[in-house]
C-alpha cells in the first residue's frame, strides 16, 4: 500500500475504501479507458479492461489521483530540499531511497499479498513524472527499479521467484537491470556475457561485465542477461535474478553529465554462481524478455523526460514574471509569453503521447510503437523546455543557484537510455513502411 502515515497527513478525509488499490480490481470505479481493443492479448497482460465509452487522457483512478498527490508533496517536501546537494556530491541520499520504500513506490505493481502497493502502471508513470519533475535522478531509480526490475519478475517469475524476490525488492532492496556492455548498446543481443551450466547441473557460473548500470551503487538485486549458449547468438541469451553477495563487483561509479545523483557503474561478475532456479522464464528466451520490457520501460522514460519539461518550465516562467525589467516583468512581454505557451503546448502532448502509451499497454493492445514515439517526442521536448527555461531566467539561469542548468543536463540522457533517440525512430519507421508499402 502507498504509506497509510503520508496519507493520513495529506489526505486527512479519505475514505477507508480508497487506501487500497482500486484500479486493477474493479471495473466500476474505473474513470477512464479507449475503446473496447479488437486486439485480443494474454489475459494476464491485461490489467485494465477497455469499456466502451471513450474519455480523455485527463481521466485517473481515484488511487491514480492519489499517487500524483502523494509523490507531488514527497517529491516537494522531502526530496526539493535536497536535490543541489546531491547532484553536487554526485550521490543519492539514502533517506530519498528509504523514503520511496516507505511511501510504497519500490512496489508500485507489486501485488499487495507480496508486500507491494498493486496500483496500475500508469500509477508507476505518475509516480515517475512527479519525482522527475523535481529530481530526474530520483525518478530514474524509482522507475527502474519498478517498470524493468520489478516487471521482469513479476510478468516472467515464476512464484517461486516471485515469493522470494519481489518482497523484499517491494520494502529494502533496490534493484538494477543489467543488459548493456561495453560492445553491446544498442545492438543489446551483442552481449559477451556468459553462463555455462556447471558439471553439477545445479549451477550457472557467469563471466562478463556489464556497463553503466543504474542504481547498481545502491542495488542489492541484480536482473542479469548472460548467453548460456553463445554458439546458438541471441537465442542463447538468459535471464537470471541474483544478489550482490553472490559475487556482484562494481569496478568502477561513472562521472556523468547529468542525473548525477543516480549512480551509473561497470560491473564485473567473475565465476559468479547462480543457482539454476534463478533463471527467470526460459533458458533462452532472455531476449524476448529484453525486448518486452524495454518496450514498456521506454514509457517510463518518456514520463522522466516530461516531469522534468515540466519542473523546467514551471521554474523558468515563474521566474520571468517576476524578474523585471523595462519596468515590468519580462515575463509579460509578448516574445517572451509566446515561447511559454508553445512550450506547455508540447510538453502537454509529450504528456499525453506518454498515458496514451501507458493505457493502450494495460489494456493488453499493441503500444510499441506509440511507446516509442512518447519517448522519442519527450525526450526532444524536455530538452527544448530545459533550454528555453535557462534562457527565459537569463544569468540566473546559467548559474547553479536557480537549478535550472541541472535539468538541462539531465535532460540529455533521455535521448540515450533504454534505446536511443535513433532506436525510437527506427522503430516508428519500420511501422510506418509496413503501414504504406
Ligand atoms: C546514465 C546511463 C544509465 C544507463 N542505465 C542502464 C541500465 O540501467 N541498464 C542497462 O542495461 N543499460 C543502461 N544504460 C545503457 C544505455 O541503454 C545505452 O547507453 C544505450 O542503449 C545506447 O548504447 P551505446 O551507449 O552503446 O550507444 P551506441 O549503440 O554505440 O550508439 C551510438 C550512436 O549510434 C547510433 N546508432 C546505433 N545503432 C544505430 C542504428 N541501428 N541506426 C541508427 N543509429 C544507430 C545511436 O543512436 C547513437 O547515436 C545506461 C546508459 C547511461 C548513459
Given at each position: 500500500m502507498l504509506s497509510k502515515a503520508l496519507k493520513a497527513a495529506h489526505f486527512p478525509r479519505t475514505s477507508r475504501s480508497s487506501l487500497y488499490p482500486i484500479a486493477l480490481r474493479s471495473n466500476a470505479r474505473l474513470t477512464r479507458s479507449f475503446y473496447a481493443s479488437p486486439i485480443p492479448r494474454a489475459a494476464n497482460e491485461i490489467t485494465r479492461p477497455a469499456i466502451d465509452t471513450p474519455l480523455s487522457l485527463w481521466n485517473f483512478t481515484e488511487e491514480e489521483e492519489m499517487v500524483r498527490e502523494t509523490v507531488r508533496r514527497y517529491a516537494e517536501d522531502v526530496i526539493g530540499p535536497k536535490v543541489r546537494e546531491m547532484d553536487e556530491a554526485e550521490k543519492m541520499d539514502p533517506a530519498v531511497v528509504q523514503g520511496l520504500f516507505d511511501n510504497g513506490l519500490?512496489?508500485?505493481?507489486?501485488p499487495a499479498d507480496l508486500g507491494g502497493s498493486e496500483a496500475s502502471f500508469t500509477s508507476a508513470i505518475i509516480a515517475v513524472e512527479e519525482l522527475a519533475r523535481v529530481d530526474p535522478s530520483v525518478a530514474v531509480l524509482c522507475d527502474v527499479h519498478n517498470t524493468l526490475v520489478n516487471s521482469v519478475l513479476r510478468m516472467y517469475g515464476n512464484d517461486h521467484i516471485k515469493e522470494r524476490w519481489l518482497p523484499d525488492l517491494a520494502t529494502s532492496k533496490v534493484g538494477s537491470f543489467c543488459l548493456s556492455e561495453p560492445a553491446a548498446g544498442s545492438d543489446a543481443f551483442a552481449l559477451q556475457t556468459t553462463a555455462k551450466l556447471d558439471k553439477s547441473g545445479d549451477f550457472y557460473v557467469v563471466n562478463g561485465s556489464k556497463c553503466w548500470i543504474s542504481n547498481s551503487e545502491q542495488a542489492d538485486t541484480f536482473v542479469l542477461f548472460a548467453n548460456v549458449k553463445p554458439e546458438d547468438g541471441y537465442r542463447g541469451i538468459t535471464c537470471f535474478i541474483l544478489s550482490k553477495d553472490m559475487g556482484v563487483q562494481i569496478v568502477k561509479k561513472e562521472a556523468k553529465l547529468g542525473i548525477k545523483a543516480s549512480s551509473t557503474c561497470v560491473l564485473a561478475f567473475d565465476d559468479v554462481k547462480i543457482p539454476k532456479e534463478n533463471v527467470v522464464g526460459e533458458v533462452g528466451k532472455g531476449y524476448k524478455i529484453a525486448i518486452e520490457i524495454l518496450n514498456e520501460g521506454r514509457i517510463g522514460i518518456a514520463a522522466q523526460m516530461v516531469g522534468l519539461a515540466q519542473g523546467a518550465f514551471e521554474k523558468g516562467i515563474r521566474y520571468a514574471y517576476d524578474r523585471k525589467q523595462f519596468g515590468k516583468p519580462v515575463g509579460d512581454f509578448q516574445g517572451m509569453a509566446f515561447q511559454f505557451a508553445e512550450v506547455a503546448t508540447e510538453i502537454e502532448a509529450a504528456r499525453l503521447l506518454t498515458y496514451n502509451a501507458a493505457r493502450l499497454k494495460e489494456e493488453g493492445r499493441p503500444f510499441l510503437v506509440q511507446a516509442a514515439q512518447a519517448k522519442w517526442y519527450a525526450s526532444v521536448i524536455a530538452q527544448k523546455a530545459a533550454g528555453q527555461a535557462i534562457e527565459w531566467c537569463g544569468g540566473n539561469g546559467f548559474v547553479r543557484d536557480t537549478g535550472v542548468e541541472k535539468y538541462w543536463r539531465d535532460s540529455k540522457i533521455g535521448a540515450i537510455y533504454e534505446g536511443t533517440s535513433n532506436i525510437q525512430l527506427e522503430t516508428i519507421s519500420r511501422w510506418l513502411k509496413k503501414q504504406y508499402t
Open positions: 519500490m512496489g508500485i505493481e507489486t
